[in-house]
């Protein structure tokens, strides 16, 4: 294969550029030639100028856009088959025998249809010579392989689509601001959201706004009466005190007989039953725009840069392929298999098989729906006789991390909610020695799910000397029997040593659980931790301004990022920036190196390059500073460009977490409590780490932790993200035979 075209089709997503950019700078760096097709298989059936061959320069500088650069449609004329032979002969003729299309299921549909109809398209133009039949022998097949864009999420073949992650943070957004205008006022609020057949923004848009109701169309509300049973739900938290109501509901949103229910409907049940001053706001087509997150950048980044290497790869004649996610593991999925599971879901649904439906969204789907009904009560569940209740403390330790408070209030409310009792620490480990806890009950940590920073307090104090000796009374009179550390690197060192010294103090020999939270992402047992997407976000929000600012100027940044000893941050910023080079302590940085770099920007720059940018993890090199390497680049960039540093400092660890954080947080704390109601009791209880590894929650044993983490530098020993370093490279520097063509970014 030689040339291959890329699309965008359908409704437009968030992180296409992204996608469209990595599908053009590795097919140029794997030796093809790409051609993108302007607006959708609009563009394929008209031909001509639609077509446009692709150089390393012409994807520059699109990462941070929303929408499409290459235009997308919805083209009646492909859905018939004269359509499609003229896309048909328009492919010919440009030679392009792979096709990568970027769209959603509707889009993917009109690809599977293109593909299997091929040898008949091309038989029936040579029949009516309009290609030679030596120009149909040329292209016996046509491969294709799909990324889907969708901000629905709607479609079987990936965890999370092109889209979706930033639509939730639009959503969430507009959340956060009418629950503090419903606050002030105590209104209740509706929010309408997209999803005709799918739930899936309604779902975590309520899991990440704390919201009071949720309705989707996959799981409609299981009584008849359910107008009532919100009614009483509302009711009584507000009798307990909550200050808003806040339903978010689905577009799609229906009772169980497949009666839609409308936003205008639920303001007009809240209005009589609760006489409630109620207002609607349907989020409409705000959630498809605005500038992409760092999720869904890099999400779509690495689908492009597979799709390239599946067309490579695949039998030409071969079923089309989707790429797409699975925690943190590129899939290779069967076309036709996705488009059976996603049509099966719409089925289950129409003909009121919910519990189907359900099943078929999978089992994330089904638990965050489960959560999200726990957290929404107003108090929780009456206590069933004979429950056994537990006493369990939640505490932090380690830098702050948003969505820290997120996982406090999943904690608390879940654990309430099954008996237990549940009690916050202050202040970290000192906290913990000094006593200082309180009890969390149900309405205490309201607001909670949205709001940055650490309400009980955390720091770096790791325990020492007599404090083990202190904490061991806390828990002994606070009757503590089970512990949960939501925190970083000194937490998961401080509870190592406690269960090292559990032979020592009695008290210690509970069970004890770590949830993953810290912005380095630096922690053994999880692949992610909770805060990291947050100051993914903050750190590409502020380069994108930084690089605005250099409009005028040729100017290199170089730009210094937090992450302790792991480089997590640092390339997955660079990846998400469009950053030329990034500099990470696990690689270390040479002076032949810096030389190399020098030589590089220097290149560049006399070969019209504007814009230079170059990300260096905090602790990259003690030597060479951000400040040497802004001085040393500035020395030999001479007349030919100018340097600045930009040190990003605290804004990383701060601000409000991103939704993907609140949702990881939920889902572990969720997970934890349970398995601290299972281990509390037991003789020999297992205290643990919880993480995510190829979309699956694992507990990993304290016993195991140790021989995890990297002997020298506070990381694990083994990070997955490692391997993203080659695609990064690919993508930030333009090949040798390309380099004529080297723009920014
Ligand atoms: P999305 O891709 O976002 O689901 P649509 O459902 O509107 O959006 O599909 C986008 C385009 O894909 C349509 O305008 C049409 O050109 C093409 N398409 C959709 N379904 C089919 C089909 N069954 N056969 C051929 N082409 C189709």
């Keep these: 294969m030689k040339r291959i075209g890329v699309l965008t089709s359908g409704g437009d997503a968030p992180g296409m550029n992204a996608a469209v950019r990595a599908v053009v700078r590795t097919a140029l760096n794997e030796g093809l030639e790409v051609y993108a097709i302007y607006e959708g298989f609009q563009g394929m059936v008209d031909g001509g100028k639609r077509f446009k061959p692709m150089q390393w320069g012409d994807v520059g500088g699109i990462l941070h856009q929303g929408g499409t650069i290459i235009g997308s449609a919805r083209c009646q004329a492909f859905r018939e088959r004269p359509g499609r032979l003229k896309a048909a002969r328009n492919l010919l003729l440009h030679g392009i025998d792979g096709l990568i299309v970027i769209g959603g299921d509707g889009s993917l549909t009109g690809a599977d249809v293109l593909h299997r109809e091929w040898t008949g398209l091309l038989a029936e133009l040579v029949a009516n010579y309009e290609i030679s039949q030596e120009q149909a022998d040329k292209h016996p097949t046509l491969a294709i392989v799909g990324i889907i864009g969708s901000i629905d999420n709607d ?32 209104r209740s609020f509706v929010v309408e959201v997209m999803g005709r057949r ?30 009532t049973k919100m009614c009483d739900v509302l009711r009584k938290g507000r009798q307990v005190g909550r200050r808003d109501s806040l339903v978010v509901i689905a577009e799609g949103a229906q009772d169980r007989k497949g009666n839609p229910i409308t936003s205008a409907y639920v303001k007009e049940v ?53 790429i797409g996610m699975r925690g943190n593991q590129i899939t290779r999925t069967p076309l036709d298999k996705c488009l059976h599971f996603t049509e099966a879901v719409g089925e289950a649904v129409r003909a009121g098989n919910f519990e189907q439906a359900m099943t078929l969204r999978g089992r994330s789907f089904r638990e965050s729906f489960r959560t999200v009904r726990t957290l929404v009560r107003a108090l929780p569940h009456d206590p069933v006789p004979g429950q056994v209740r537990r006493r369990i403390a939640i505490l932090h330790s380690g830098g702050p991390a948003p969505g820290m408070n997120t996982a406090v209030r999943a904690a ?94 009695p008290a210690f020999n509970i069970p004890i659980v770590c949830l993953p939270a810290s912005i380095n992402n630096n922690l053994p047992g999880a692949e992610l931790s909770v805060g990291a997407d947050t100051a993914l976000n903050s750190i590409i929000n502020a380069v994108d301004k930084i690089k605005q600012s250099a409009v005028a100027s040729r100017r290199t940044f170089v730009v210094e990022v937090m992450g302790q000893y792991c480089g997590y941050l640092a390339l997955m910023g660079a990846m998400a920036s469009g950053a030329e080079r990034v500099y990470m302590h696990e ?36 030597v060479y500073t951000t400040e040497f390497m802004r001085a040393l680049f500035e020395e030999e960039g001479g007349e030919l460009f100018d340097v600045r540093q930009a040190i990003l400092g605290h804004m990383q660890q701060g601000g409000d977490p991103s939704p993907f954080d609140r949702i990881l947080a939920t889902r572990f704390a969720a997970h934890c409590v349970e398995y601290l109601e299972k281990q509390i009791g037991e003789a020999e209880p297992v205290s643990a780490t919880i993480g995510e590894t190829g979309g699956e929650l694992k507990f990993t044993n304290l016993e195991d932790i140790p021989r995890l983490m990297d002997k020298q530098f506070p990381r694990p020993r083994r990070q997955w993200w490692m391997q993203l370093r080659e695609m990064a490279r690919v993508l930030a520097q333009p090949a040798p035979h390309e380099q004529n063509n080297e723009e920014t970014a």
């Design 155 to 186: 479609m079987f073949g990936s965890d999370l689509t092109t889209g979706a992650d930033t639509a939730l943070h639009r959503i969430v957004e507009a959340t956060d601001a009418i629950t503090s205008t419903a606050a002030s006022h105590q």
């Design 198 to 227: 799918c739930g899936y923004l309604a779902l975590m848009g309520a899991l990440a706004s704390g919201a009071d109701w949720v309705l989707i169309p996959e799981s409609p509300p299981d009584v008849d009466d359910w107008e």
């Design 270 to 322: 809240l209005e009589k039953r609760l006489g409630e001053d109620t207002r609607v706001t349907v989020l409409g087509h705000v959630q498809r725009g605005g500038s992409p997150s760092a999720f869904d950048r890099n999400l779509s980044t690495l689908l492009g840069y597979d799709s390239v290497q599946a067309i490579r790869s695949m039998d030409p004649a071969g079923e089309p392929l989707v």
């Design 412 to 505: 608390v409310r879940l654990g309430t909610d099954k008996g237990h009792t549940m009690l916050g620490v202050s202040n970290g480990f000192p906290g913990l020695a000094r006593g200082e806890i309180r009890e969390l009950d149900w309405m205490s940590v309201t607001g909670w799910a949205t709001r940055g920073g650490a309400e009980l307090g955390t720091n770096r104090v790791l325990p020492q000397g007599r404090d083990f000796y202190a904490i061991a009374r806390t828990l002994e009179e606070h009757n503590i029997e089970g512990l949960l550390l939501i925190g970083g690197y000194t937490g998961y060192r401080g509870v190592l040593e406690l269960y090292a010294q559990r032979h020592n103090y």
């Design 587 to 622: 690689e270390g940085v040479t002076l032949q190196d810096l030389v190399r770099d020098v030589e590089q920007l220097t290149t560049g720059f006399k070969r019209g390059k504007r814009l230079g940018l170059l990300i260096r993890n905090e602790k990259a090199n003690t």
